[in-house]
């Protein structure tokens, strides 16, 4: 993969803004772009220096901070003022770190167990929002210094299970960093971009990635469909990685050595240059047999057998989490095409030969592990920018998706193929007289009847004011974002009164599932619009019978004892034939019912708004 020097990229870029994609590492993090005159991926590196800028940032007693490489320095020294691993803390409360606190050597504030978590540092507090501006903007200057030209606007990675809030905390971190963050998009995705797939238009693919960062693991299953990606599993751990190999390594070294567990966490010196070590030991042994150092008068050694042993029962922890996604998505490994390797860690032979067995074929490392899912960001940013022309980016939503209604009729709100993101509300109201509560069930298919298609979620809506059938007017809005997640609120107008749910319509979904729902609906069409129009007539006749029931009820004294008589009369016939599944014949019946109960109905009408008339000084 080629790089980028000093050297200010000439080309195209005059004419036109570059869009840059970067990968906001747990980590690491680094930026990558199309070369415009290459017209290949390439991530941005000062001369002589690594792509990668650690995810650390570290504020000075002045409150200047500084990030990377040098901020990393600093970590032992200043542990209360050099942030790390801030990802982990996007969109999180402290009651969600509580287990984990012993992990960060820096101070959580712990208030408000609550709300979202922020790091104090002096008097000062910041939220991980900030921090990871921090970290974007210094990306920003480094691009900026690289490509010698403003650069404003970015496609930046998360991880696949992130959620909205997620993502949209990354979102607003990059705003604070001055940039425009034109779209979100999944590492897995980004990763499988760099290595070209999903990017032909008639290509149908399933593909597993295997990410193994420096302190995150996950696996992501995705189906790849005409230039659509679905996430149909993921499984992971948020606490296992790299570091935990350098861990393995340099525990085994203080056993030799008889130094406890205590005298190497009283002297934090020591231990960080223990750690360092150990990593070096691990990242030479990716490439040799035998690795041999010195520190202080401790002699290290370490045989590439010895490391595997060290860390088989991390490798096999990953593999159990691959396992799982597997089932989840309900696959076996014959159904994976492609398995690709992510994360600096996957460099380890072991781990690559013990994925490479379990899925029963190569996998994918020919591009650098660590940098694949930038280089799928510039990709996903070029094409965003229209200069990959022979790609047409496909985002539309495979199923349609809507709510289920009187007499389990599917009611769409997004149909099938709507581009995202998208939006709409429509209005719905209460069937019996003081209802207090309506449930909401999600659904996704094609079919008439909510029970033919897939059930996506389902809610409550309580606290609407007791008013008669049909008064309240509950608004329910669906919002398909461009990250594929949907978010469904039913709020009741007039009261205020509002609840939400936030769904991912293609979790856990095969491009086969999504491909028989489809079949299934044209093969059914005909029956199914049989089904829908009887369920609507049914519908329809319950709710006559149900006001005509009320409307005796409350006005028993004004409607004459033969009235009364021919309307139970009509009442029974149409209830007879509710469920005689003739359609045209409860159309009949509830014509017939109208037309005996329409005389007195109006009368009382007029009467009702005489009075209210007379109520109101007009
Ligand atoms: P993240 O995605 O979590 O930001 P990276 O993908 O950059 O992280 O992976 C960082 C991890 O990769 C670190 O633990 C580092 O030690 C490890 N790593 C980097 N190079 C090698 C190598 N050659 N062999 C083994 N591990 C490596
Ligand atoms: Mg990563």
């Known amino acids: 993969m080629a790089k980028i020097g000093t050297n200010p990229v000439t080309g195209g870029s005059q004419q036109q803004e570059m869009i840059v994609g970067i990968d906001l590492g747990t980590t690491n993090s680094l930026v990558a772009i199309i070369h415009p005159a ?4 390439v991530t941005l590196r000062e001369f002589n220096s690594s792509a990668l800028v650690p995810s650390v940032v570290h504020f000075t007693e002045e409150s200047t901070v500084i990030v990377g490489d040098n901020a990393r320095e600093l970590l032992i020294t200043h542990p209360r003022q050099t942030i790390y691993s801030a990802k982990r803390l996007m969109g999180k409360s402290y009651n969600d770190l ?20 922020k790091v104090q540092v002096g008097s000062r507090f910041y939220s991980p929002i900030e921090l990871s501006g921090y970290i974007l903007r210094d990306l920003k200057a480094r691009a900026e210094h690289i490509l010698k030209t403003p650069v404003s606007k970015a496609v930046i990675t998360v ?34 971009l760099a290595y070209g797939l999903g990017l032909k238009p008639d290509e149908d693919k399933t593909i597993a990635v295997y990410d193994l960062g420096g302190g995150t693991f996950d696996i992501s299953i995705l189906k790849i469909s005409k230039g659509i990606f679905e996430v149909l599993a993921t499984n992971g751990d948020t606490y296992l990685g790299g570091d935990d ?9 203080a056993w030799l050595h008889e130094i406890s567990p205590e005298a190497l966490g009283s002297n934090k010196g020591l231990a960080q240059a223990f750690r360092l070590k150990a990593e070096e030991a691990k990242k030479q042994l990716s490439v040799t047999d035998y690795y041999d150092a010195r520190l202080h008068n401790y002699e290290l050694q370490l045989t590439r057998e010895q490391l595997q042993e060290l860390i088989r029962p991390l490798v096999e922890k990953t593999m ?13 490994v014959r159904d994976i095409d492609t398995v690709i390797m992510v994360g600096g860690s996957t460099r380890v032979p072991m781990v690559k030969e013990t994925v490479a067995a379990f899925f029963g074929k190569p996998v994918n490392d020919s591009l650098n592990p660590d940098e694949v899912v930038a280089l799928g960001a510039a990709i996903q940013a070029d094409i965003l920018a229209g200069n990959n022309k022979d790609f047409l980016l496909l985002d539309v939503t495979p199923l349609s998706l809507g709510i289920e209604t ?81 978010v469904v609120k039913a709020a009741e107008l007039r009261s205020g009164v509002e609840q939400s749910i936030e769904v991912k319509p293609q979790y856990g979904l095969s491009g086969e599932e999504v491909e028989q729902m489809l079949v299934a609906s044209i093969t059914h069409a005909k029956e199914d619009i049989q089904t829908r129009s009887l369920v609507e007539a049914q ?45 045209d014949a409860i159309h009949e019946k509830i014509a017939y019912l109208n037309d005996v109960s329409r005389p007195f109905a109006e009368r009382l009408m007029d009467k009702a708004l005489k009075a209210a008339m007379a109520g109101k000084k007009i």
């Open 38 to 41: 290459l017209r290949q991926p």
């Open 98 to 117: 509580r287990e984990k606190a012993e992990y960060f050597s820096y101070r959580i504030h712990d208030d408000n167990a609550e709300s979202l978590v």
């Open 159 to 192: 991880p696949a299970y992130f959620n909205d809030a997620q993502r949209q905390a990354t979102r607003d971190a990059g705003k604070l960093a001055g940039l425009d963050v034109l779209r979100i998009i999944n590492e897995p995705t980004a990763a499988s």
């Open 245 to 253: 190999l350098d861990r393995a390594i340099m525990e085994h070294w």
């Open 320 to 332: 159990e989490s691959c396992r799982k996604a597997l089932a989840d998505a309900g696959l076996t």
């Open 406 to 486: 009187m007499g389990g009729l599917m009611d769409v709100l997004i149909p099938r193929n709507s581009k995202i993101p998208c939006s709409i509300a429509r209005s719905y109201t209460t069937q019996k007289d003081g209802q207090t509560g309506m449930k909401i069930a999600v659904y996704q298919g094609e079919r008439d009847l909510v029970k033919d298609n897939r059930k996506l979620a389902e809610f409550n809506l309580t606290g609407i004011p007791a008013m008669p059938a049909g008064l309240a007017k509950v608004q329910i809005s669906f919002l398909l974002n461009a990250d594929g997640i949907l």
């Open 539 to 583: 519908t329809e006749a319950q709710q006559l019978l149900d006001v005509t029931a009320t409307f005796l009820e409350k006005n028993v004294e004004m409607i004459s004892e033969e009235e009364q008589q021919r309307t139970r009369e009509a009442m029974n016939g149409l209830q007879d034939i509710i469920g005689s599944g003739n359609r």
